[in-house]
């Protein structure tokens, strides 16, 4: 199983860029995935989460001004996301959820995105 992010930049605040999670090694479209981040000295968070039929969800910060969309037939996940501050400024990860109740079993290692003031 490998999950890998790509798209991490510099941008300005109130900026626009995409995240891709290119992955392989299982089925795809039969997992719910996930975006998370972490910020410099900080602890890990949610950002948004896609499942299997493709319902999605958003933590509070990224509601509004964040995508997430998948292509089952490029097993990829994406994260759109626009209007960025510098409080977006993180490592951003994507995670496959596994066996219910197990929490997130495999990590891909993060693409750094950077929102300047």
């Known amino acids: 199983v490998r999950l890998m992010e790509s798209g991490g930049a510099l941008v300005q605040s109130g900026g626009s860029l995409t995240l891709s999670c290119t992955t392989s090694g299982f089925t795809f479209a039969d997992y719910a995935i996930a975006w998370f981040r972490q910020a410099s000295g900080k602890e890990r968070e949610g950002v948004s989460c896609?499942?299997?039929?493709?319902?999605?969800y958003y933590a509070d910060a990224a509601e509004g001004r964040f995508t997430i969309s998948r292509d089952n037939a490029k097993n990829t996940l994406y994260l759109q996301m626009s209007n960025l501050k510098p409080e977006d400024t993180a490592l951003y990860h994507c995670a496959r959820s596994g066996l219910p109740g197990y929490g997130m079993d495999y990590w891909g290692k993060g693409t750094l995105v950077t929102v300047s003031s």
């Open positions: 896609i499942m299997k039929d493709s319902a999605t």
